[in-house]
């Protein structure tokens, strides 16, 4: 659900920056796609560490995990957008490669950690393009390619994880 609504919100902020004519819902929109950002990688993490025979530790990180994009989110809102742009990346990196860490090292045995590997290399790896963005042309394009690379590779690892799980348990 939630990776739907971030492709809905950013398709929508794209579509009102494309049109140039509403700089108010443009404005709207684009807070929208900053914030879901962090509440995308949250809940992208959290079927992993939600896995059963989890411990403290894994749970604790998914608290952690959340209150970090939560406070990513109420950052939007307190700090200017130039000011946060660095600080904004050092969060995404952290609350993106923190955990997946933490599940490569404590999952190694789960089915579709490969996937979840090549999932989060992507993200990281496009973040050069989005820090690129207004200095190589298509940057941003390019840099959405990665994403979707991304998702479609924790998408399969999440079904990889599933279907494992559920076949345990008939």
């Not at 939630?2 to 404005?27: A, D, P, V």
């Not at 059963?52 to 749970?59: A, K, L």
């Amino acid at each position: 659900m939630c990776m739907i609504l971030t492709f809905i919100i950013s398709s929508l902020f794209h579509y009102f920056s494309y049109l140039g004519n509403n700089e108010k819902l443009r404005s709207i929109f684009h807070l929208c796609d900053r914030t879901i950002i962090y509440i995308f990688i949250a809940a992208s993490y959290t079927p992993w560490l939600s896995i059963p025979g989890s411990d403290t530790f894994t749970h604790l990180m998914i608290w952690s995990i959340w209150i970090a994009a939560l406070s990513g989110v109420a950052a939007q809102f307190v700090v200017n957008e130039r000011l946060l742009h660095d600080y904004e990346i050092i969060l995404y990196l952290m609350i993106g490669v923190i955990p997946a860490v933490i599940i490569a090292y404590y999952h190694t045995d789960h089915p579709g950690l490969s996937q979840f590997v090549k999932g989060g290399l992507a993200y990281v790896s496009g973040i050069f393009f989005f820090r690129s963005d207004g200095s190589i042309p298509f940057a941003h394009a390019i840099w959405h390619l990665f994403v979707i690379a991304g998702v479609t590779f924790h998408y399969q690892a999440i079904c990889q994880l599933l279907l494992a799980h559920l076949g345990k348990t008939f």
